[in-house]
Nanobody, 122 residues
């Protein structure tokens, strides 16, 4: 059974940092991309960042470039999202997801975590 479990969300003030973690289990993710998505109230789920499980370049949404960093620790089966200089518009439920291959569209991701809430106050 494939599981993705996120943690690390919380309530912070604008300008603060948070690090989200996603522990994956249940299968080998070689060849998979690991992505972070978010859904703000009243909005569609949107792409935030992704990285290939085997390494290589990371990709980011324009809205988070220069502030967020995605990384992975294969030994710990964990993907991270370091979020710096958080803004109120970053408030959302953040989801970790996995798909074979690469891409930014959430509908193409096969496995999802339950989400973790990030709230940024002004």
């Amino acid at each position: 059974q494939v599981q993705l479990v996120e943690s690390g969300g919380g309530l912070v003030q604008a300008g603060a940092s948070l690090r989200l973690s996603c522990v994956v289990s249940g299968r080998t993710f070689s060849g998979y991309s690991m992505g972070w998505f978010r859904r703000a109230p009243g909005k569609e789920r949107e792409f935030v960042a992704r990285i290939h499980w085997s390494g290589g370049s990371a990709y980011y949404a324009d809205s988070v470039k220069g502030r967020f960093t995605i990384s992975r620790d294969n030994a710990k089966n964990t993907v991270y999202l370091q979020m710096n200089n958080l803004k109120p518009e970053d408030t959302a439920v953040y989801y970790c997801a996995a798909r074979y291959g690469a891409g930014d569209k959430p509908q193409n991701y096969d496995y999802w975590g339950q989400g973790t809430q990030v709230t940024v106050s002004s």
